[in-house]
């Protein structure tokens, strides 16, 4: 499974920057993140996170998700890895890069996974369902949001 979601903030990446690494502040930038929490490290920091969002069906229907992952990051190249080690999505790679361009700041989110250990059909949950209706979900509301509180985005 492979999901990929991007897109273009009007401003720097300076400004753009912090809020993609600092982890620990997406619950006030991002609302459907229910808790962050640095299990290992310090903040702008290699390290080991553990993270919990909301992916909103609408109305009153949320479902919560959970995931720890090991955390590295090159400031210079404005890059975030992810290692996914606890939850549903063990094994997960998520690669988080962000580069100035012309018009701004693109981020690109990209996930890769096999999918979860269960025989016959984890492949086919990773590509028909947690794939498209929960880590694109989750990752496109993250891109709104940092977007939204660094400038604008499209």
Do not use: C
Not at 125 to 147: D, E, K, M, Q
């Amino acid at each position: 499974m492979q999901t990929i979601d991007t897109i273009l903030v009007h401003a720097p990446v300076d400004r753009v920057w912090p809020h993609a690494f600092q982890v620990e502040q997406w619950p006030a930038i991002l609302p459907h993140y229910r808790w962050v929490r640095r299990l290992r490290g310090e903040t702008g920091a290699d390290g080991m996170v553990e993270m919990s969002a909301w992916r909103r069906f609408g109305g009153p229907l949320n479902w919560p998700t959970w995931w720890q992952s090991e955390m590295s990051i090159d400031h210079r190249l404005h890059r975030v890895r992810y290692r996914h080690v606890k939850g549903i999505t063990t094994g997960m790679d998520v690669l988080w890069t962000v580069d100035q361009v012309a018009d701004g700041t693109r981020i690109v989110i990209v996930h890769e996974w096999p999918g979860p250990r269960w025989p016959l059909i984890g492949g086919i949950a990773a590509n028909l369902v947690i794939g498209p209706v929960f880590i694109h979900a989750i990752a496109s509301r993250t891109l709104a949001g940092i977007a939204s509180a660094a400038g604008s985005g499209e």
